[in-house]
T-cell receptor
């Protein structure tokens, strides 16, 4: 079955620390990949997306993600986090044989000032 | 605001009530979706409408009934719900009918079933 896995439920970092959140999916075919962020009390916002081309994708607010096809991974990174990055982060995948977007369970990021 | 508007923002209903959630988008998008967001669980896709036709019903209980009268509006009719149906219900839309360009989400309706 096609699925999306986020390995970390809750990550706690201090400001200026580097961030990497893992995302893996199970499917050997073509995919579109997304990271969404949900700040407390707010709607899901798109951080970045990958369709094709350069596997290193740059998004908003200094985030980037790298698609590694051989590892079925699309990890999210940020070199230096800020307190305002405290939020829940969701990895999402559209599998090309489906008409819908599947989400991981989310990773809650807490950044301590 | 994202361009996808959901009302009401909060809803408390009894198990014997009938209520409806509304979603509206004026982005010119061609597909609309209902998701359920429960604590510590992945977002669960409930329904997909593409070009106003239902294309997927993800084994959702019949106490949830969607309606898409036109490309800008999507409803979720609720009746005889259970306490475990309490969750945040999210509506989303996408430009392409297959949604492969990504979705725009509304702020959700926080539903509590008592």
């Amino acid at each position: 079955a096609q699925s999306v896995s986020q390995h970390n439920h809750h990550v706690i970092l201090s400001e200026a620390a580097s961030l990497e959140l893992g995302c893996n999916y199970s499917y050997g075919g073509t995919v579109n990949l997304f990271w969404y962020v949900q700040y407390p009390g707010q709607h899901l916002q798109l951080l970045l997306k990958y369709f094709s081309g350069d596997p290193l994708v740059k998004g908003i607010k200094g985030f980037e993600a790298e698609f590694i096809k051989s590892k079925f991974s699309f990890n999210l990174r940020k070199p230096s986090v800020q307190w305002s990055d405290t939020a829940e982060y969701f990895c999402a995948v559209i599998f090309y044989n489906n008409n819908d977007m599947r989400f991981g369970a989310g990773t809650r990021l807490t950044v301590k000032p | 605001e994202t361009g996808v508007t959901q009302t009401p923002r909060h809803l408390v209903m009894g198990m014997t009530n009938k209520k409806s959630l509304k979603c509206e988008q004026h982005l010119g998008h061609n597909a609309m979706y209902w998701y359920k967001q429960s604590a510590k669980k992945p977002l669960e896709l409930m329904f997909v409408y593409s070009l106003e036709e239902r294309v997927e019903n993800n084994s959702v209980p019949s106490r949830f009934s969607p309606e898409c009268p036109n490309s800008s509006h999507l409803f979720l009719h609720l009746h005889t719900l259970q306490p475990e149906d309490s969750a945040l219900y999210l509506c989303a839309s996408s430009l392409s009918p297959q949604g492969k360009d990504g979705y725009t989400f509304g702020s959700g309706t926080r539903l509590t079933v008592v």
